[in-house]
């Protein structure tokens, strides 16, 4: 049987962009332009998608035509939602399981949602 790749619990989620606890604690001003600009970037990115597929193929050297191909599978998503911790904890597994990280973080301070959710109004 062949499945859908973006039906699985991990979904489309590839990639977590992330900073220590710390950082939030002492400098959320930071975190917060540096996820506004994640969220900018993203927004952009989707409402645009050939300047995504021309950046793709400037920066990273890939093939236009995959890339053409491959953007309507691509998921700009910056809001760290329900959905998204839910996504991340699959990941996080996953990648225990292929032993690419030694341990499950603690999850109930791992994701802290509070200044995504502040942008997302």
């Known amino acids: 049987m062949v499945e859908y790749p973006y039906s699985t619990a991990m979904g489309s989620l590839n990639m977590i962009m992330g900073t220590h606890h710390d950082t939030i604690a002492q400098k959320p001003e930071l975190v917060r332009v540096v996820l506004n600009l994640q969220k900018q970037g993203s927004?952009?990115?989707?409402?645009?998608?050939?300047?995504?597929?021309?950046?793709?193929?400037?920066?990273?050297?890939?093939?236009?035509?995959?890339?053409?191909?491959?953007?309507?599978?691509?998921?700009?998503?910056?809001?760290m939602t329900p959905a998204m911790m839910a996504a991340g904890k699959t990941y996080a597994q996953h990648m225990l399981e292929l032993k690419q990280i030694r341990t499950l973080p603690d999850f109930g301070t791992f994701f802290d949602p509070k200044i995504s959710d502040q942008l997302a109004v």
């Open 43 to 79: 927004e952009y990115a989707a409402a645009h998608p050939a300047e995504m597929v021309d950046m793709a193929v400037t920066k990273l050297g890939m093939k236009r035509e995959a890339v053409a191909l491959s953007v309507q599978n691509v998921e700009l998503n910056w809001q």
